[in-house]
């Protein structure tokens, strides 16, 4: 059965949901306005922000009285311990190792975040194995990761697939290896003209049962 190779956040996880929660946790600590939630949000721009770029703005906005890393070790906290799998997330990756396919987690990030999200949400329990950029010395869309990724379970790349909703990173990444991809729209419009993936999905359940067949 064909290697299936899951992103993390915004895919198996609501990375958004988890960070936004963890985020009005420390506005509530801090006793700062709760409705100012939505304008971190903006700033964190789905984690495209780096952590040191969304902690100088909240440090900026309330004061110098905020300690910068405690700002940063609050929001990885907050993204880390509220991380969870739906019902019908769950129910897919059952079904897909069910039937034979093995199931590994291709995430960019720092090792402690990305496992405590995995754990934490009980995804280890989920799939057969998972790696983590920075504990393999390569980040999506490099080939390396996707190598990586097939060796911890003993597989090869014929046939695979990569489900996730960055077009620049998992798609890309898929797309210069030549392997089958479902893109998670989240709402958006593919854009991209150079490259495309193979199926375009609603959820990541329905990209799991697409991708099992």
């Not at 509530?28 to 939505?38: K, Q």
């Not at 934490?120 to 490099?142: I, Q």
């Not at 597989?155 to 797309?175: K, P």
């Amino acid at each position: 059965m064909p290697l299936l190779m899951m992103d993390l956040d915004n895919t198996l996880v609501d990375r958004d949901a988890a960070f936004r929660t963890g985020v009005t946790e420390f506005l509530a600590a801090h006793r700062l306005p709760a409705e100012d939630v939505d304008w971190i949000m903006e700033v964190d721009a789905s984690g495209y922000a780096t952590r040191a770029v969304v902690s100088q703005a909240i440090i900026d906005r309330y004061g110098d009285g905020l300690d910068q890393g405690e700002v940063i070790a609050s929001l990885r906290r907050g993204a880390r311990q509220h991380a969870r799998v739906t019902a019908e997330t769950e129910a897919a990756l059952r079904e897909a190792r069910a039937a034979g396919h093995q199931v590994v987690i291709v995430t960019n990030g720092a090792v402690p975040q990305q496992t405590g999200k995995i754990t934490a949400s009980g995804l280890d329990r989920l799939v057969d194995a998972w790696v983590v950029s920075e504990g393999v010395g390569s980040r999506k869309p490099e080939p390396g990761i996707f190598h990586a990724a097939a060796a911890a379970v003993g597989a090869g790349l014929d046939g695979a697939w990569m489900i996730g909703d960055r077009d620049d990173a998992d798609i890309l990444g898929a797309h210069r290896l030549g392997l089958q991809s479902a893109w998670l729209h989240l709402g958006r419009t593919w854009s991209r003209t150079a490259y495309a993936s193979t199926h375009i999905a609603d959820s990541v359940a329905e990209a799991i049962k697409h991708a099992a067949g």
